[in-house]
């Protein structure tokens, strides 16, 4: 049967970047109930605030205003929901290894309303196996229903890619994957109504998991080589950028730059698959040195830069520096595991007055995750070292000229500062 035939209604747990949109593409077709535990949250939704730019906001409005997304922090108003899709954080703790509270939190919560006959589709990147070995239990225990008897599930990964305005949620080709196989044509269903680009059905579920896991694995090891590459031209005294448009003149050549890799996904995945293969006995040393090299990135650009003030002879203590960007990629809100707080960090523990500039960012989310007080205008003060770490567009207009007459060491992360303006990038 097809998906629109059914009488559907879907709740969408988790209302951050992936969830919303979601839920407002849904509400096109189908009665949404988004629920979200922070309050705060769904209160900004309703007046019409979206601190992720990524939901169409007029098309929110238009759903609210006729009814057809409700949105909440009540459990109660799922009980009606005959779906449910799961869109929150998986996170990582401090020894890197996965932090499922969040996921089995929201799959207990599903399981206090859970019905004969619901599914519920997780799109939390996980680990191959998570749903069904972490999740499915909580929703069994919590529900007092058995998987594939009395409810099922689906595993449908998001590939939300904050800041792109071009690939866009229907813009991108969704794997879907059922507990059944019955289960699977309607999940794939469910989510062929509303994705254009299209949609691919897995094998199972956990064939579904290690797609995910390995699309952002592979980037982060490709970008790692070229990480580790900027150190070791560096030392050799050549430019990183250079190499590689040369090298790029092969057809078969993959383009990856140089850079900062934090984010949500590409610096956290990876641990989740790594965890994975160590529980079965092998260490992935691949995956995991490549996240090595990546996490220390940071590090390496803060060193850089005090080696060049100390061989300017600049006094290190109460130098100043200028960070330019702090959240982990361009022209985008998203500050989770950026890596440029560690630059931020390595310049202060050498003493360096350091100013950070990030018109995209949050200002009260900043001062309340990394106790920074992100700096409006900077054009006016003079540095003794600028670094260019997030390429936002309003940074092309920021007189490097002016800081290079005084003096100022520039280190360019990104390499779209004009070159003669540039005493080192990667």
Request: aromatic share 8%; charged share 25%.
């Amino acid at each position: 049967m097809d998906a629109k035939e059914q009488v559907i209604k879907i709740g969408v747990i988790g209302l951050g970047y992936v969830g919303l949109p979601l839920a407002v593409e849904f509400a096109k077709l189908y009665q949404v109930v988004g629920y979200d535990i922070n309050k705060k949250r769904v209160e900004e939704l309703k007046g019409n605030n979206d601190q992720t730019l990524e939901a169409d906001l007029d098309t929110l409005k238009e759903e609210l205003a006729n009814g057809k997304i409700t949105l909440t922090s009540e459990l109660e108003a799922l009980k009606t929901c005959n779906y449910y899709i799961v869109t929150v954080p998986t996170p990582i703790d401090k020894s890197n290894n996965p932090d499922l509270a969040p996921l089995l939190s929201a799959s207990k919560s599903i399981g206090c309303v859970l019905k004969k006959g619901d599914i519920v589709i997780y799109e939390s990147t996980t680990y191959p196996g998570c749903t069904e070995e972490a999740c499915v239990p909580v929703l069994e225990s919590a529900s007092g229903l058995k998987y594939n008897v009395d409810f099922f599930c689906g595993y449908s990964p998001e590939r939300i890619n904050p800041g792109d305005k071009e690939n866009t949620l229907t813009k991108i080709r969704k794997v879907t994957s059922g507990s059944t196989p019955e289960v699977a044509q309607k999940v794939d269903q469910l989510y062929a109504s509303i994705i254009t680009a299209g949609t691919y059905l897995a094998p199972n579920i956990k064939v579904a998991e290690a797609a995910k896991a390995i699309e952002n694995a592979q980037r982060d090891i490709n970008i790692s080589f070229i990480n580790e590459l900027s150190l070791i031209f560096d030392r050799i005294g050549i430019d990183t950028n250079d190499v590689l448009e040369a090298a790029s003149t092969k057809w078969n050549f993959l383009h990856y730059k140089p850079g900062l890799v934090g984010g949500h996904c590409i610096s956290v995945d990876p641990y989740y698959l790594a965890h994975k293969s160590i529980s079965l006995g092998y260490y992935p040393e691949v995956i995991l040195s490549g996240r090595h090299v990546n996490n220390g990135m940071a590090k390496f650009i803060a060193e850089k830069v005090i080696k060049l003030l100390i061989g300017k002879g600049s006094k290190l203590k109460g130098a100043k520096a200028l960070i330019l960007g702090f959240t982990f990629k361009e022209n985008c809100p998203d500050t989770r595991n950026t890596k440029v707080i560690d630059i931020y960090r390595e310049l202060n523990e050498y003493g360096l007055e350091v100013d950070v500039c990030d018109p995209w960012a949050n200002f009260d989310k900043v001062k309340a995750e990394y106790d920074i007080e992100l700096k409006t205008d900077t054009n006016g003060n003079l540095y003794d070292a600028v670094i260019v770490a997030v390429s936002h567009e309003q940074f092309n207009s920021f007189d490097f000229q002016r800081q290079k007459n005084n003096g100022a060491i520039i280190f360019d992360v990104k390499g779209n500062v004009p070159r003669d303006l540039v005493d080192a990038r990667l």
